[in-house]
Structure formats: C-alpha cells, structure tokens
C-alpha cells in the first residue's frame, strides 16, 4: 500500500516535449507561436462578426461564435505552455499547475464535441423541417443548449481531472508530452488505474461515440433531403450552408480517430518514430484544427465572408 509520504514526493512534472529532438525546437516555436497568433486572429475576427452583425444573429452563427470561443480557450491552455517549454532547458510544471491545464485541455476537447453535435442538429432542423426551424431553434432553445455544452464538458473534465490527480505518484514524473495530457499522466501513477479506464471509456463513448453517430445520422437525413430539391442551384445552395461545418467535423473526429485507433509498433526504432509521429499528431489536433477552423467557415460560407468585409471597410473608413 502506497503511504501519504510517497504520494506527496512529487510535486511537480517534468515535460519531455520534443527534448529529444532540439534541432526541431526552434523551428516549432517559430511555427506554434505563428499558428497560434492566426489562431486568436482568426476566431478573434470571428467573434467580433457574429457578434456585431446583426444579420449574424442566428443559431448557427451562435454555435459559431461559441466554437471560435473555445478553440481560443482550448489553444491558450497549452501553448504558452509548449512555447515556454521550446525555451527553457529544464520543463517543468507544478502539480497544481498540471491539473488546472488537464482539466482545461478536457473540458474544452469535451465541450467541443458536444458543440459539434449541436451544430449538426441545427443543420439538420433547417434543411430537413425548415418550416418549424423558427420554433425548434429560437433563442430560448440555443442559448441553454450551447450553455449545456460548456456544462457537460466542463462536468466531464471535473471528474476525469480529480479521479487522476487524487492517484499516487511514486517518484516518476517526467510526462512523454508537452503538455499534461491525461493518458501520460496516468502512465506515472503507482496505482491501480482500472476506475480511471472503465470512466474514460465510459467518457469516451458519451463525448466521442454518441456525437459522433448522431452527427453521421443528422448527415445522412440531410444529404437526403438535398439530393430530393429538384434544382441544381438549390442543391448547391443548401450543400453549402453545411459544408463548412461538416468540413471541420470530418478534420476533428479525423484526427482523434487517427491519434487513438492506429496500431502500436512494437520494435524500439518503430517506438521512438511513433512517439514523435504521436507528439506531432497531438500538435496538430491542438493546434492547426483550431487555426483552420475560421479559415474554413470564412471561405466557405458566403454571410461570414460578407461581414468580414464589412468589418475591413468600416475599420479602413473609420481612420
């Protein structure tokens, strides 16, 4: 049995990062600092549109708003972190520290299936029953659903964050990432993990299986109801208020899927190279989804990219 002395030796984490490839640590603090300024640009612009447009304020641009919301979030809770990292010899973190960023990382990666799901249902109201979509969707409806997401997510992350930091940890605390990822934490504990397991697997049926099917069926009912209007222009007109979303569904479940389901090498050489394509991967889905995020919904949709321009030539005429 593992004494309260030894659960206390460690009171802080050492993050490996990328430590064992230094000539890539500039390049990538160069590249992550660049992506992570488009970031808080982009979503910061998106924002700004869907708040003070008036022609914006519906329930999808709602959902928007609230999405570009949280990649900032998300995004500010680990890469000041990985940033600093890049620059300072010894990476390391405080317990307190890890547990704010675990929770956080969760919460938001959480929420934003959720939020994914609402944005596909949403979709699925006005192409498939846009008659009723006024009544199914009014404000009293998408307010308390968008608020539900950040609950649920926030909930979720609350439970996974406490039940594994509230584990012993027996001297090891150097975390194979540059981040507190739950699953490296986890990796350190000295302790059966079988409760963290069965909860994360519950977790992650409810946050990723349940969203994930409902947002396939949402899909299939509407490419249905689409393919039914007779004319090519109004088939393309209703494709293309729902491609920009299914574009970032299909790069956020994507990556997850990829991270999570490959298989594992089992030979050294394959290990070291799958652990640096796994870091990679992570990076990605932390950092360039939520960058492409407001690149895809400004290309893509035809009222976003009119409210931006509106925006440019009301900043240019107001100087």
């Given at each position: 049995m593992v004494s309260a002395n030894q659960t206390a030796s460690v009171t802080e984490f050492v993050l490996l990062g990328f430590s064992a490839y230094?000539?890539?640590?500039?390049?990538?603090?160069?590249?992550?600092?660049?992506?992570?300024?488009?970031?808080?640009?982009?979503?910061?612009?998106?924002i700004l549109v869907t708040v003070s447009n008036s022609h914006l304020h519906t329930p999808m641009y709602f959902f928007l708003g609230n999405l570009s919301f949280l990649d900032i979030c998300y995004?500010?809770?680990?890469?000041?972190?990985?940033?600093?990292?890049?620059?300072?010899?010894?990476?390391?973190?405080?317990?307190?520290?890890?547990?704010?960023?675990?929770?956080?990382s969760f919460a938001m990666g959480a929420t934003e299936c959720v939020l994914l799901s609402l944005m596909a249902f949403d979709r699925y109201v006005a192409i498939c029953n846009p008659l009723r979509y006024p009544v199914v969707m009014s404000k009293?409806?998408?307010?308390?659903?968008?608020?539900?997401?950040?609950?649920?997510?926030?909930?979720?992350?609350?439970?996974?964050?406490?039940?594994?930091?509230?584990?012993?940890?027996?001297?090891?605390?150097?975390?194979?990432?540059?981040?507190?990822?739950?699953?490296?934490v986890l990796k350190?504990?000295?302790?059966?993990?079988?409760?963290?397991?069965?909860?994360m697997g519950v977790t992650n049926v409810i946050f990723l299986g349940v969203p994930v099917l409902f947002i396939s069926f949402s899909y299939v009912f509407i490419i249905a109801?689409?393919?039914?209007?007779?004319?090519?222009?109004?088939?393309?007109?209703?494709?293309?208020?729902?491609?920009?979303?299914?574009?970032v569904v299909v790069i956020f479940y994507g990556?997850?899927?990829?991270?999570?389901?490959k298989p594992k090498s089992k030979d050294a050489l394959g290990e070291d190279k799958e652990d640096l394509a796994d870091k990679l991967i992570s990076l990605f889905y932390g950092v360039v989804t939520p960058m492409l995020n407001p690149i895809i919904y400004s290309l893509r949709n035809k009222d976003v990219k009119a409210a931006v321009r509106n925006l440019v030539f009301q900043k240019r005429f107001a100087f």
């Open positions: 230094p000539n890539l640590e500039k390049t990538f603090f160069v590249l992550i600092l660049l992506m992570y300024m488009a970031i808080l640009l982009g979503n910061g612009v998106l995004t500010t809770s680990s890469v000041p972190l990985i940033l600093d990292s890049f620059l300072t010899p010894r990476k390391t973190i405080s317990f307190s520290a890890c547990a704010v960023q675990m929770f956080l009293a409806a998408y307010v308390p659903m968008a608020a539900s997401s950040w609950v649920a997510g926030s909930t979720a992350s609350m439970v996974q964050t406490s039940l594994a930091m509230r584990l012993p940890f027996c001297g090891d605390n150097i975390v194979n990432h540059f981040t507190c990822e739950i699953l490296a350190l504990t000295c302790a059966d993990i079988s409760v963290n397991v069965i909860s109801t689409i393919l039914r209007i007779p004319s090519a222009e109004g088939r393309k007109k209703a494709f293309s208020t729902c491609s920009a979303h299914l574009t990556t997850i899927l990829f991270m999570y389901g």
